[in-house]
């Protein structure tokens, strides 16, 4: 079974500080996803990665960052939080056998920003 | 752009009630289509999946949904729901063979089975 690992399950930070959510999966995955879940919006993407190195923007990549150093490793970063990135916060991967692989996903990091 | 509507954001239902969550997406081309579950306090998980093929899929926990092409339209349900189904309800589509294609989520549906 795939195992997605967050670093935290609740997170709680101050306006200003710069915040990394930690994500590692043991399967080999190539493709890495952050999302953020929000009420109401469902989940959305923030930022992705299909290769060591390598990152792509999703759909909201303002005021994050990503780093992927080693393949089982995703890392985001709020490189200044600020109260409306208070969220929860998605790690997701999935392999690379073709397309619609589906994603396997971790618990959830609960960010309070304060 | 590719989107997912789901069109109800909160379903009640009493157990044993039939259950269809509906799904529509915007694409005309080949798609992969998804439903995830996400029970409180849980990650969320893949219900079923659709590539090719039979257009009615079944998945876990009597589960099923049928692609329905020329509706753009990939509707959830179950016969008879039990309590346990109660959790967020998730569609979701990839939308080809290019290595960059993202899967799209819905909004969800919050589903609520009464005891």
């Known amino acids: 079974d795939v195992k997605v690992t967050q670093s935290s399950r609740y997170l709680v930070k101050r306006t200003g500080e710069k915040v990394f959510l930690e994500c590692v999966q043991d399967?080999?995955?190539?493709?890495m996803f952050w999302y953020r879940q929000d009420p109401g919006l469902g989940l959305r993407l923030i930022y992705f990665?299909?290769?060591?190195?390598?990152?792509e923007k999703g759909d909201i990549p303002e005021g994050y960052s990503v780093s992927r150093e080693k393949k089982e490793r995703f890392s985001l970063i709020l490189e200044s939080a600020s109260t409306n990135q208070t969220s929860m916060y998605l790690c997701?991967?999935?392999?690379?056998?073709?397309?619609?692989?589906?994603?396997?996903f971790g618990d959830g990091t609960r960010l309070s920003i304060l | 752009a590719q989107s997912v509507s789901q069109h109800n954001h909160h379903v009640i239902l009493s157990e044993a009630a039939s259950l269809e969550l509906g799904c529509n997406y915007s694409?005309?081309?080949?798609?992969?289509l998804f439903w995830y579950v996400q029970y409180p306090g849980q990650h969320l998980q893949l219900l079923l999946k659709?590539?090719?093929?039979?257009?009615l899929v079944k998945g876990i926990k009597g589960f099923e949904a049928e692609f329905i092409k020329s509706k753009f339209s990939f509707n959830l349900r179950k016969p008879s729901v039990q309590w346990s189904d109660t959790a967020e309800y998730f569609c979701?589509?990839?939308?080809?063979?290019?290595?960059?294609?993202?899967?799209?989520f819905g909004k969800g549906t919050r589903l609520h089975i009464l005891p």
């Open positions: 997701a991967s999935s392999g690379s056998g073709g397309p619609g692989q589906p994603q396997h």
């Open positions: 399967m080999d995955h190539e493709n």
């Open positions: 990665s299909y290769d060591v190195k390598m990152k």
């Open positions: 694409y005309g081309g080949t798609v992969n």
């Open positions: 659709y590539f090719s093929g039979d257009p």
């Open positions: 979701a589509v990839n939308t080809g063979p290019n290595r960059d294609d993202k899967i799209i």
